[in-house]
């Protein structure tokens, strides 16, 4: 079975120094992977996704990810970060299939609190 | 605003009833999924509909049924209710399924509260 672990449920940066949230997956066959972010009392936006291709990813306001096959990782990333990128964070999984089916799996969360 | 569009967003009843929720497709998506957030069990998956056929089940309890019309929109019943079912739902959408690795897009979900 497919499953993805976030093993931080929070992270705390000072602003302007790099941050990382962590995440690591489990799948039969090769991952698609995704981040998502959700600032409360909303539903969650979509950062990046992982398909194929170049390991490292770079999706909205200034977040990459790498994804790394060795490690099962797929770390999401900012060189530095803002108080506005306070927030909860979902990393999650799926893989294709060859059926209109998708059963994409969500991790924990993390939550990222910048302080100023 | 991602083009998912949920009612109600705030929901209170009573333990024992039974609610429906709501879910608008973003225009062009043939697949809806139904996730459920709690504070204690995170993101669960729910269900997943394409194109009016039931695709994927997650972790649906019985008392809970959904659908997805003609015109793809989608309905999550819930009934029977307990406190436990007390959470934010969201309803999602994406083009296709799980072949592509589509992006699924979130609405904004609808509050239920059960007193």
């Known amino acids: 079975a497919q499953s993805v672990a976030q093993p931080e449920d929070q992270v705390n940066v000072a602003e302007g120094n790099p941050l990382t949230v962590k995440c690591t997956y489990s799948v039969s066959g090769n991952p698609y992977l995704f981040w998502y972010v959700q600032y409360p009392n909303r539903g969650l936006q979509f950062l990046l996704k992982y398909i194929t291709g170049d390991n490292l990813v770079k999706g909205s306001y200034g977040f990459e990810a790498e994804f790394n096959k060795s490690q099962t990782s797929f770390h999401l990333k900012k060189p530095s970060a803002l108080v506005s990128d306070s927030a909860l964070y979902f990393c999650a999984v799926t893989v294709p299939t060859y059926s209109s089916a998708s059963k994409i799996i969500f991790g924990s969360g993390t939550r990222l609190s910048i302080r100023p | 605003d991602s083009g998912v569009t949920q009612t109600p967003k705030h929901l209170i009843t009573a333990t024992g009833q039974r609610v429906t929720l709501r879910c608008s497709p973003r225009s062009g998506d043939l697949s809806v999924y139904w996730y459920q957030q709690s504070l204690d069990q995170g993101l669960q998956f729910l269900i997943q509909?394409?194109?009016?056929?039931?695709?994927a089940k997650g972790n649906i309890l019985e008392r809970f049924s959904a659908q997805q019309f003609p015109d793809l929109h989608s309905e999550l019943n819930l009934s029977s209710l307990e406190l436990g079912d007390s959470a934010l739902y969201f309803c999602a959408s994406s083009v296709g399924g799980g072949t592509s690795g589509n992006t699924i897009y979130f609405g904004e979900g609808s509050w239920l509260t059960v007193v």
């Open positions: 509909y394409y194109n009016g056929e039931e695709r």
